[in-house]
């Protein structure tokens, strides 16, 4: 996929999440200084944070259809305005190698999905819309034509239901993310296992409940998680870059001393960091 064109994108209407995805976009910068970032709205704005800006030219409530049919990008990676992009995510780009669509499992399923769609499976996935990669060909462009006429047709108030009905009656491949490239439920951050991947990036739905900010500022993660759960998240990213770097294939162990040595050094220092952040917890550091 190295020769296909590849970005992020946002698609906002108001001024309110329009505000949110600039600031979301100054955190994915963060991350990313040099990847592309365009943004599809009805404000008239001007921000060097995206590359390129584009006026919505239906205005409508469910701009990312839009965006998604119009991206300039072989393959897009749609974020909501309320995610909050933590670290590295480019490797979203690769999970549409083999499928033409991705996205992480929604964590709430009403029950009136399943009596409205009783002809599919209960075991069928419910994906969440807020972060989406798509590749861009025949069946992605029809797919999602044919979920914005499904939402709009029926003014539907949820697009992820008509989503679901959509991948499972046409011949979509499509992947699901693990968790933690779109975390809704923050709650999971109080019970964050040290096997977890770190949070890659956040889906935090209250802010839009509240005054969208400085758009010209990221998000600050302690104002919007609070001390506790940013130190938990930085902790578990600190942990996994050390496991990346330290990490020694198993392969590469067998009759080498220098290797053995190195691992084991490894398991101390990993030892050593859980006694540390024990500690530290214990006494209210």
């Given at each position: 996929?190295?020769?296909?064109t590849k970005g992020f ?126 590749r861009r060909n025949r ?107 330290n990490f020694v294939p ?36």
């Amino acid at each position: 996929m190295s020769r296909l064109t590849k970005g992020f994108v946002y698609a906002t209407t108001g001024a309110d999440y329009t505000a949110l995805a600039r600031r979301s976009a100054r955190n994915l910068r963060q991350a990313h200084p040099n990847v592309q970032i365009d943004l599809y709205t009805d404000q008239h704005v001007t921000d060097a944070v995206f590359n390129r800006i584009y006026p919505v030219q239906d205005n409508w409530f469910r701009p990312k259809m839009e965006a998604l049919l119009r991206s300039r990008f072989d393959v897009t990676v749609l974020l909501d305005s309320d995610t909050i992009p933590l670290a590295h995510i480019d490797e979203l780009f690769r999970a549409v190698e083999g499928c033409d669509l991705a996205a992480c499992l929604s964590t709430g399923r009403p029950l009136a999905m399943y009596l409205d769609q009783p002809e599919i499976p209960r075991s069928f996935p419910y994906l969440n819309a807020g972060v989406m990669v798509v590749r861009r060909n025949r069946r992605t462009q029809a797919l999602i034509r044919e979920w914005r006429d499904m939402v709009r047709r029926n003014d539907l108030p949820k697009d992820q239901p008509p989503l679901r009905w959509l991948l499972y009656h046409r011949r979509i491949r499509f992947q699901v993310l693990p968790m933690e490239y779109n975390l809704v439920n923050l709650d999971l951050l109080d019970q964050w296992q040290s096997h977890f991947g770190a949070p890659r990036l956040l889906h935090v739905q209250k802010l839009h409940d509240a005054d969208p900010g400085d758009p010209e500022t990221p998000f600050h993660l302690g104002q919007v998680l609070g001390e506790a759960r940013r130190d938990t998240v930085r902790y578990r990213q600190a942990r996994e870059a050390h496991r990346r770097a330290n990490f020694v294939p198993p392969s590469s162990v067998t009759g080498t001393p220098t290797a053995l040595a190195r691992r084991m050094l490894f398991r101390l220092q990993s030892l050593w960091e859980m006694a540390r952040c024990t500690l530290a917890r214990r006494l209210g550091r």
